[in-house]
């Protein structure tokens, strides 16, 4: 009984009245911030128009089959814009997408990255990459991530890996060029960019092994953008398999290595490669990179380092062949960087920074072909909190997608856009209409690797080639599996010169 009177004068205490005042404010204070944001966003600003479709699969398969060909997103896009205006929301396997307007949602997207969204991928890609993957990581991991994968591919890195590239840009051409008459481009520019990637990545020369590499890898990429089932015989099923086979093969690799390393019998070559250091030097913290990261990133690496660069290759050798000013232009440049470079007594057949820096207008033939067939055609972030966007109510857990679909083939940027123009890159682009290498933070890391690489082979294809199209009058459909190609992987006639 004692007690409970006890408890009754706490009822009634000083400090009793003071913890009811305090609940009942925090109480308020609570009610109040939910009816404001009731208001301010559910009744006053509405979500984004669009159909949502059916649960889950929403419009997964209008997508997926539009995705085929770069005319086939650009109508799906003019579709649903036309119906809905510049932002609109979709549902593509149970995510609820919001497109973003460009210019400014672009900008509203990859700005606010880290604070308002952060990186966003499908799970099945998440799953074919690998839970380390830097492309996957948002906040401090990925910086983290970043750091140790970015100094091999800053500007002085690049600058000490010119020589080698060079190397083997002149051996890919004596290699698969020479005394050929007929050639399905991409195919041979993949070996080219596969064997630069697996070169620099891990010493790995052409061969039987480099050739498993790209067998797993078209079935890898492929998987990547489809239906994720996860049944025998299906697209997605292959590519976790390829996956798997891709963990074996560097698993093997690793061994190998650490067998040489450990025998002190490393191969010259070997020593410069990033696989070398990543198993040898240790980070800030003394200690070395645990198997699974090295893993996931170096599949990421080749992932991203290879059909990148060859599809942007086959289908600039496209362009070029289909616009005579443009070959004469870009004959003439490398003509004179030759032609500095003897009447200056330096070796013709090396290539310096400067040289690929005076590549100027070749680059713009690059930027041109990456704006009518952008390797990727827009990218994700998934909203962390509740957002207001140009009067709309965008909720947490939404995926917001920046791209460059529309503003690429749009004429209030690009006067004539359907027009394949170089000169058009003398001048900028306006800010976020064009973002071929994405932005934000997880804008491309190996984008100053890319142009060495693609000014390395234009270079030397064009002053010891000529070339012309099997098909001239092909002008599309350009297919998308994922990336842009021709329907015949552009396939040339080529001329020793
Ligand atoms: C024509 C060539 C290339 C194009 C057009 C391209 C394009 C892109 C784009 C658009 C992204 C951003 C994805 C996003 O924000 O969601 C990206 C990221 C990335 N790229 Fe590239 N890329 C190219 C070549 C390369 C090469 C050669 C490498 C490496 C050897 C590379 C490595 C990466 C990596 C590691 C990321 C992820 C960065 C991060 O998440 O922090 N790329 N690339």
């Not at 009793?16 to 204070?29: D, K």
């Not at 078209?218 to 239906?227: E, N, R």
Request: one cysteine or more.
């Amino acid at each position: 009984m004692a007690t409970s009177w006890n408890g009754l004068s706490f009822i009634f205490s000083k400090e009793s009245y003071m913890t009811l005042i305090l609940i009942l404010a925090v109480t308020i204070l609570w009610l109040l911030w939910s009816v404001s944001s009731y208001f301010r966003y559910r009744n006053r600003l509405p979500v984004p128009p669009g159909n949502l479709g059916f649960p889950f699969i929403g419009q997964t398969v209008e997508f997926l089959l539009a995705n085929g060909t770069t005319d086939g997103i650009r109508l799906w896009m003019q579709n649903k814009i036309s119906k809905h205006g510049p932002i609109f929301k979709w549902r593509f396997l149970g995510y609820t997408m919001v497109m973003m307007d460009q210019p400014e949602g672009n900008k509203f997207v990859l700005q606010n990255e880290g604070t308002s969204n952060h990186i966003f991928w499908p799970f099945q890609i998440c799953t074919l990459l690998g839970p380390e993957s830097l492309l996957i990581q948002s906040g401090e991991r990925h910086k983290l991530a970043r750091l140790h994968i970015n100094r091999f591919f800053d500007h002085t890195a690049i600058s000490r890996y010119l020589h080698g590239v060079n190397l083997q840009a002149i051996r890919h051409f004596a290699d698969h060029w020479q005394g050929k008459e007929q050639l399905v481009a991409l195919d041979v520019i993949n070996l080219y960019t596969l064997s630069i990637i697996c070169n620099l990545l891990m010493s790995l020369e052409d061969g039987p092994l480099m050739d498993k590499f790209l067998a797993e890898f078209d079935i890898f990429t492929k998987g990547a953008f489809c239906l994720p089932i996860n049944l025998p015989g299906f697209q997605y099923n292959k590519a976790l398999k390829a996956r798997k086979s891709l963990l074996e093969m560097l698993d093997g690799l690793l061994e190998q290595r650490r067998r040489e390393i450990a025998e002190a019998r490393v191969p010259e070559a070997s020593q410069i490669d990033i696989l070398q250091k990543w198993l040898t030097v240790p980070d800030e913290e003394g200690n070395l990179l645990p198997d699974s990261f090295i893993k996931d990133n170096l599949i990421l690496l080749l992932l991203a380092g290879f059909d990148t660069s060859s599809r942007t290759l086959a289908m600039t050798i496209y362009y070029i062949a289909r616009n005579p000013h443009v070959y004469e232009e870009i004959i003439q440049e490398h003509k004179s960087i030759l032609e500095e470079k003897r009447t200056s007594g330096k070796d013709d057949r090396e290539l310096t920074t400067e040289d690929i820096c005076a590549m100027k207008y070749t680059w713009r033939v690059l930027q041109e072909t990456l704006r009518l067939q952008p390797v990727l055609l827009g990218g994700h972030r998934k909203t962390v909190r509740d957002l207001e966007y140009k009067g709309y109510y965008i909720p947490e857990g939404w995926v917001l997608s920046w791209n460059n679909r529309d503003s690429n083939y749009s004429p209030k940027y690009f006067k004539d856009p359907l027009n394949f123009d170089p000169s058009r890159w003398e001048e900028r682009s306006p800010p976020f209409t064009y973002l071929p290498f994405g932005g934000g933070s997880h804008i491309c890391l190996g984008y100053e690797f890319a142009k060495t690489a693609m000014c390395t082979f234009i270079h030397h294809l064009v002053r010891s080639y000529s070339w012309s199209l099997v098909n001239p009058n092909y002008d599309g459909p350009f297919i998308r599996d994922p990336i842009a190609r021709t329907l015949d992987k552009t396939s040339i006639i080529v001329k020793q010169l």
